[in-house]
């Protein structure tokens, strides 16, 4: 008889609008906070101070750079000729044991120290070795430049899950930047701090070769490239001149293309602190930058053109206006050969001293297999003990689990609490529940009854109370469920609300935000909202952005379920519990830690550590951003908040644990 609630929705509001509204303003404020600091710089010492707090902040965003300091350790593994250039092929490391590969372009006839430009690859599987990138060294080398380009992490050859043994990998590229980006979260950072790092190690590397002057070493990349690019210009003062391309926009113009974010592009609080796009080329002045668009690109072509024009005056406050331009190339989103000339134009210009415009003819290129620079085609397997981005991350845990078991247990907990609190109960605006009754009847032995309330200003939140039809009239117990899916699956928890009704209690079945019959409008009846990428993940990286996450959200609407418990008829408000099942049970746990009101907690069917999600290298990226909250790691984990649940009494018996690796 439950499956006929299923599809129970909310009447006289429009909640299927309610998030993606409620994130498009939170946006737009965010927005409008940084607009309203970049038309305050009336001067170079405020333009200097804000390019400082930039390089400060994309830092903390990130969770911290890794050590710089670290060995190289370079090896020029071989050489190849190109038409009036050679092709070293470098491998070095830029964290220990983490080795990255590039091809460094030298023209030929070098006498001197000259400029050279750091090329940042995209989403290609074969990076510096596809025809697309190669392309953009041979325009850069052919106007006299040094060129540089890099694997990025999971391409060309830096496949972190490579099997040497079966010679396959299986994952690369934005499948493999987003697993173990997921993952890098939790921790506090985000995939793009191993990104830039690589890049900034590149830099250091190209210092150190004679034939570059380190005064005049530029970067460019398009796409993931373009991103790359961008951390770049932001973080690394020794950039002396920057062409980003594919990825200059803004968040406004962004979030009208309704597309969400590959991992290296997750930069949590980056907009809660005042910073877009715009302060990207910011960063820059008054050094030359040249924005690389394509006019048909899924990046809206207004957005670089827009960020463009309102910067102009930073550069004019150094009479340097001309420094900063865009160049535009009618194609779709790809670092096509108009924009490579233009590159290539550019960088010889400011990095040269003289403008050159390579010959318009077709490019001979390499094969991909005379630019490798391991003889199997990748680092793991083959440069001794080698480690991956999962390494690395795995490593990381270790290290906050150790800080974390360093303190007194009660300084922990404290630590932990009020890490949570800040965490769930961010930038909410309190609002009155105002609660009302939208329908119900009864059904066979049962009363239901849907209730609506307001959980934070603008969103509502909606419940399906059970509870046994004879006892109509009395005030009852209540145990409010939070379950993946929420009302949506409420045939597959019959069981269960049967069995609480029968208790004597009331199961009152939860829609925290996006879920049930809050779930947003989809653009089609086959649409998955809850894949990679799908519609609730783009929501969920807005909300990282504005230093928020949707874990943090969902557990202020069960604290809010719970206040609301307090206030109604029919509700013994002394007598109140959770229960948690699924990927969601995380939000019962969490609220049950902050809310002493909340007598017990039943978790079935949970994950049983973040740690051991982690650990494990494959998992199931469907809807897993829902159960991150970013940094809570470094404060504890699920086993901790069992512990102290448990010493208060109020952990109830828990069912077997969710199995959450990949199908």
């Not at 804000?50 to 965003?61: A, D, F, M, T, V």
């Not at 070795?129 to 992490?153: F, K, N, R, W």
């Not at 094969?367 to 083959?382: D, M, N």
């Not at 269960?496 to 409008?521: F, Q």
């Amino acid at each position: 008889m439950f499956d006929k609630f299923e599809n129970v929705q909310i009447a006289h509001f429009d909640v299927k609008s309610q998030l993606p509204r409620w994130i498009y303003e939170s946006a737009m404020r965010a927005a409008e906070k940084g607009e309203q600091a970049r038309a305050s710089i009336e001067n170079k010492d405020d333009l200097v101070r804000r390019q400082k707090k930039i390089r400060e902040e994309i830092s903390n965003c990130l969770g911290g750079m890794p050590d710089l300091d670290t060995p190289l350790n370079p090896q020029i593994t071989g050489k190849v000729s190109g038409h009036g250039f050679q092709v070293e092929k470098v491998i070095f490391e830029s964290r220990p044991l983490v080795y990255a590969t590039a091809n460094l372009y030298l023209p030929d006839g070098l006498t001197e120290p000259r400029g050279a430009v750091l090329l940042l690859c995209g989403h290609r599987e074969q990076a510096k070795h596809c025809d697309e990138y190669q392309t953009v060294c041979h325009y850069l080398v052919h106007a006299g430049l040094i060129v540089m380009s890099l694997d990025p992490l999971g391409q060309g050859e830096r496949f972190g899950f490579y099997d040497p043994q079966t010679g396959q990998a299986p994952m690369t590229s934005v499948t493999e930047h987003e697993n173990v980006g997921r993952q890098c979260l939790p921790l506090g950072d985000s995939f793009a701090r191993y990104m830039l790092h690589d890049t900034v190690r590149a830099i250091d590397y190209l210092c150190t070769r004679p034939e570059v002057d380190p005064k005049r070493i530029g970067v460019t990349g398009h796409s993931g490239g373009g991103t790359q690019t961008s951390l770049l210009m932001m973080y690394d003062e020794r950039i002396a001149a920057a062409a980003p391309g594919g990825f200059i926009m803004n968040r406004p113009y962004f979030l009208l293309t309704g597309k969400a974010q590959d991992a290296e592009q997750k930069w949590p609080g980056f907009s809660a602190l005042g910073f877009d796009h715009e302060d990207i080329v910011l960063a820059m002045a008054p050094r030359p930058v040249r924005v690389l668009a394509t006019t048909y690109d899924s990046v809206p072509i207004e957005a670089p053109r827009h960020t463009v024009a309102v910067n102009r005056r930073f550069w004019e406050m150094y009479g340097k206006g001309d420094l900063l331009d865009i160049f535009e190339d009618e194609n779709a989103h790809r670092f096509s050969i108009p924009l490579a000339r233009a590159a290539a134009e550019f960088f010889s210009e400011h990095l040269l001293g003289r403008k050159v415009t390579p010959p318009d003819e077709i490019i001979q290129l390499l094969p991909a297999e005379q630019l490798r620079c391991t003889q199997s085609g990748q680092v793991i397997g083959e440069c001794p003990n080698a480690r991956s981005i999962h390494t690395e991350t795995v490593e990381r845990l270790a290290e906050f689990e150790k800080a974390r078991l360093a303190l007194p247990e009660d300084k922990r907990k404290r630590q932990a609490l009020s890490w949570l609190r800040n965490a769930v109960y961010f930038n909410r605006k309190p609002c009155d529940l105002n609660p009302r009754l939208s329908g119900g009847g009864e059904v066979e032995n049962l009363w239901a009854l849907r209730t609506v309330w307001w959980s934070q200003k603008g969103l509502l939140n909606n419940a399906l109370q059970f509870f046994p039809a004879e006892l109509v009239g009395r005030r009852l117990p209540v145990t409010i469920a939070i379950w993946d899916g929420g009302t949506k699956q409420i045939g597959a928890h019959a069981k269960w609300i049967e069995e609480t009704c029968a208790s004597g209690r009331i199961a009152m079945v939860l829609n925290p935000l996006g879920i049930g019959s809050l779930l947003p409008y989809l653009n089609s009846p086959e649409e998955r909202p809850f894949k990679r990428f799908g519609m609730m993940d783009r929501y969920t990286d807005e909300l990282m952005w504005l230093g928020d996450s949707m874990a943090a959200v969902r557990t202020y609407d069960v604290l809010r379920a719970v206040e609301l418990a307090t206030t109604l008829r029919n509700i013994d408000s002394e007598n109140i519990e959770l229960y948690g099942s699924g990927k969601y049970a995380l939000y019962a746990e969490l609220a049950a830690l902050l809310d002493p009101r909340i007598l017990s907690v039943r978790l079935d069917n949970r994950m049983n550590s973040l740690a051991e999600w982690i650990r494990a290298p494959f998992y199931d990226e469907n809807d897993s951003l829902s159960y991150i909250l970013p940094g809570m790691l470094r404060y504890f984990d699920i086993p901790d908040a069992d512990n102290w649940l448990a010493q208060d009494g109020r952990l109830g018996n828990a069912l077997p644990l969710m199995n959450h690796s990949a199908s």
